[in-house]
């Protein structure tokens, strides 16, 4: 059952601001959207609302580890949207901000769970406290095409900000133009721009402040790129070091970025894991597996010490998380299963003591997931992937052009991969049962052999690298091994159901149906296993 509240509302937030002088007027915006710059987002009217007054307290951690992350979270009173706001970076592929609304509730109340939990990764454990509190006076301006829907909004705003900690007032005035739900895309852009031509042509030009709480609290970046104030607020962590960057075809650029877009995966998928999202836990998994791989396939490219840091947490995070992923697997075979099954062959009381058993174990499984995600161990795992990418890299090889050792490397991982296979084989041979029950840890080791050749590969690509063919195959290996493996898991688990149903007196044919069928499908499995192996 879903942890997200029914409560909670998100949108997708596309908007542009603007610097404007105290003095300077709204312009006439009817008409912005033609002139050949779209035929279908034309503004046919404009309606001006009364001025609000909204009353705005930001919150962050003691050093703004949210605004470092691009994440505001406030909350507001007045207007049509009064509550609590949080606002998260765009995702990869993506121009629009997530904005996730939660109600007001009382002056008092506290930080709502729902939304701490979707920035848990960044705040860490930390808390959080105001700092930064904003009154606008805001004037709305309605921009609404020829059919009388709205496609956007001008937000003039008059900003007076004052900070808590230090006392320090603020005042500005800024414009705010941003699309309509539903407009977005091409033709949203275009819109956008057409209404920055009129805005630009009166004095107003596209803001250097990222966010009303940094231009608030002071900390945009001056000149030299540091704050305004002179510290680190409003820099991401991966850019404040010092440190001179590495050349950019150097083993240390590729093996850094790779890595920050790992880190930057665990940040998105630390909340969909919190909030219980279909796919988060194999999500998880996954990017545990692939940060492993980065830094064992390029090792001795980054710090070394951070880097083993981060190997060994995330082996553990791995394997915790690798065990509620298990018997999410689990539990979808034994349904799959036995809607294949003859009509009648497996009774809905054995499909329903299977499915109450491992979702109960499933329920333990995600219990100790999460748990992991809320203690020290994850939270410095965390920490140690962000001094990893942002930490001068220190290794003997950093310095290595990323071509040459990234072709060493990968031709070592071949020669690994199918030395482990070919024993895979032979193991195989030697077993006297078709499941290959017998030669289960020589396929483990030539399944794992083959993942990490499959990551090492795909994370090479970006890089200029060729091996989309060799990953594919690399692939196929890993995936009929890794489907023998849940299916013998799952003749393991019906048999131990089975065994229980039995000595509660009843019927375990059903039971017997299961585990023939899984049985088949690891046999199968193997026949794949041969063929990709002769195409590794």
């Known amino acids: 059952?879903?942890?997200?509240?029914?409560?909670?509302?998100?949108?997708?937030?596309?908007?542009?601001?603007?610097?404007?002088?105290?003095?300077?007027?709204?312009?006439?915006?009817?008409?912005?959207?033609?002139?050949?710059?779209?035929?279908?987002?034309?503004?046919?009217?404009?309606?001006?609302?009364?001025?609000?007054?909204?009353?705005?307290?930001?919150?962050?951690?003691?050093?703004?580890?949210?605004?470092?992350?691009?994440?505001?979270?406030?909350?507001?009173?007045?207007?049509?949207?009064?509550?609590?706001?949080?606002?998260?970076?765009?995702?990869?592929?993506?121009?629009?901000?997530?904005?996730?609304?939660?109600?007001?509730?009382?002056?008092?109340?506290?930080?709502?769970?729902?939304?701490?939990?979707?920035?848990?990764?960044?705040?860490?454990?930390?808390?959080?406290?105001?700092?930064?509190?904003?009154?606008?006076?805001?004037?709305?301006?309605?921009?609404?095409?020829?059919?009388?829907?709205?496609?956007?909004?001008?937000?003039?705003?008059?900003?007076?900000?004052?900070?808590?900690?230090?006392?320090?007032l603020r005042t500005w005035r800024e414009w705010e133009v941003e699309l309509a739900p539903g407009v977005d895309g091409v033709e949203g852009e275009r819109l956008l721009d057409a209404v920055a031509e009129r805005l630009e042509a009166v004095g107003a030009s596209v803001s250097s402040s990222k966010s009303k709480l940094a231009r608030g609290l002071g900390s945009e970046p001056a000149g030299d790129g540091t704050p305004a104030d002179g510290g680190t607020d409003g820099l991401d962590a991966s850019t404040s070091s010092s440190a001179i960057a590495p050349k950019k075809s150097s083993a240390a650029a590729f093996v850094a970025s790779a890595a920050a877009g790992l880190r930057d995966e665990l940040l998105a998928v630390d909340?969909?894991?919190?909030?219980?999202?279909?796919?988060?836990?194999?999500?998880?998994?996954?990017?545990?597996?692939?940060?492993?791989?980065?830094?064992?396939?390029?090792?001795?490219?980054?710090?070394?010490?951070?880097?083993?840091?981060?190997?060994?947490?995330?082996?553990?995070?791995?394997?915790?998380?690798?065990?509620?992923?298990?018997?999410?697997?689990?539990?979808?075979?034994?349904?799959?299963?036995?809607?294949?099954?003859?009509?009648?062959f497996v009774a809905v009381q054995a499909t329903g003591r299977l499915d109450a058993w491992l979702g109960e174990r499933l329920g333990e499984a995600v219990g100790d997931l999460r748990r992991l995600l809320d203690s020290g161990a994850w939270f410095d795992l965390l920490d140690a992937v962000d001094a990893l990418v942002a930490a001068p890299a220190t290794g003997e090889h950093a310095a290595d052009p990323a071509a040459e050792l990234s072709a060493a490397r990968l031709r070592a991982e071949r020669k690994r991969t199918k030395r482990a296979v070919r024993a895979g084989l032979a193991a195989l041979d030697a077993t006297d049962l078709q499941s290959g029950a017998d030669a289960v840890p020589a396929l483990d080791d030539a399944r794992k052999a083959a993942r990490r050749l499959r990551y090492a590969l795909e994370a090479?690509?970006?890089?200029?690298?060729?091996?989309?063919?060799?990953?594919?195959?690399?692939?196929?290996?890993?995936?009929?091994?890794?489907?023998h493996r849940d299916a013998l898991a799952a003749v393991r688990t019906v048999r131990e159901v089975a065994a229980f149903a039995h000595r509660s007196g009843e019927d375990s044919f059903g039971y017997g149906v299961l585990a023939t069928l899984e049985t088949r499908r690891a046999e199968k499995a193997l026949r794949r296993f041969r063929r990709a192996a002769r195409r590794l």
Do not use: C, F
Not at 47 to 56: F, G, I, N, R
Not at 293 to 316: E, K, M, R, S, Y
Not at 460 to 476: C, F, N, Q, V, Y
């Open 460 to 483: 090479d690509r970006p890089r200029g690298g060729s091996g989309r063919g060799r990953a594919r195959r690399a692939e196929a290996v890993q995936d009929a091994l890794g489907e």
């Open 271 to 344: 909340a969909a894991v919190r909030d219980d999202e279909p796919d988060a836990v194999r999500r998880l998994r996954t990017a545990m597996r692939r940060l492993r791989a980065l830094l064992t396939v390029w090792d001795g490219v980054l710090d070394p010490g951070l880097a083993a840091t981060v190997v060994a947490g995330a082996a553990h995070v791995g394997h915790v998380s690798g065990a509620a992923r298990d018997v999410e697997v689990g539990r979808g075979r034994v349904a799959t299963r036995a809607s294949s099954a003859p009509a009648g």
């Open 1 to 168: 059952m879903s942890t997200a509240s029914p409560r909670r509302t998100e949108q997708t937030e596309i908007e542009r601001k603007y610097d404007v002088h105290e003095s300077a007027r709204v312009p006439d915006l009817v008409g912005a959207g033609g002139d050949g710059h779209t035929e279908g987002l034309v503004v046919a009217a404009v309606e001006q609302d009364d001025p609000v007054e909204l009353s705005a307290t930001y919150w962050d951690t003691v050093d703004h580890a949210l605004l470092g992350a691009r994440t505001t979270l406030r909350r507001r009173e007045g207007g049509g949207d009064a509550g609590w706001h949080l606002k998260l970076p765009p995702s990869v592929g993506t121009s629009g901000r997530r904005e996730v609304h939660w109600p007001l509730g009382e002056p008092d109340e506290r930080v709502p769970d729902s939304l701490r939990r979707l920035v848990e990764a960044r705040l860490r454990g930390r808390s959080v406290h105001p700092v930064l509190r904003l009154e606008t006076t805001r004037t709305t301006t309605r921009l609404i095409d020829g059919s009388g829907r709205d496609m956007a909004e001008l937000a003039d705003d008059v900003v007076r900000a004052s900070n808590p900690d230090t006392a320090v």
